[in-house]
């Protein structure tokens, strides 16, 4: 049997959005809640293709963002990477309907490496675009977006 693509995948939303209960008391702590959304991936592509350029946003905002519109009080942080991921991959197949996936980033403006092409590739865009950039770390050198709350973009509009 041949393997999906990423687009097949993107495009399987089985029984998605769902909300489930958690009821582990550490993710209850940590997440402030107990209803957990689990949102397809095409709703991740959809928000990451909105962000224009010269704007970019974190994991963090797409993930309230899905919550408060599937009335969660949290969004699964696993399938949100996943999903932001594959959305990437999955564009990177494509010839056109490209999104700019290098505009999301990880929390506090981090760079993603598991992006196709990796930091260097989502540096390039970003720099091309106006960003600047920090890094945190000597051996495993992280890098992030400078001033980067400055220049989110608000999904509400």
């Known amino acids: 049997m041949a393997r999906k693509s990423f687009n097949e995948k993107l495009q399987d939303s089985k029984d998605m959005p769902k909300i489930v209960e958690v009821t582990d008391e550490k993710s209850v702590k940590r997440y402030g809640g107990t209803q957990m959304l689990i ?13 224009p350029k010269g704007k970019i946003i974190t994991i963090k905002e797409i993930r309230e963002f899905l919550a408060k519109k599937h009335g969660a009080e949290f969004t699964c942080p696993m399938t949100a990477g996943i999903f932001i991921s594959l959305s990437a991959r999955a564009s990177c197949e494509r010839l056109d309907d490209r999104i700019p996936f290098w505009r999301t980033l990880k929390a506090d403006g981090e760079l993603n490496p ?22 945190k770390g000597r051996k495993n050198i992280r890098y992030f977006v400078e001033d980067y709350e400055d220049k989110l973009y608000d999904l509400t509009i």
């Open 114 to 135: 598991k992006y196709p092409g990796g930091i260097e590739y989502q540096k390039e865009k970003l720099s091309s675009e106006g960003h600047t950039f920090k890094t």
């Open 39 to 51: 949102a397809p991936p095409l709703e991740y592509n959809e928000l990451m293709s909105k962000v």
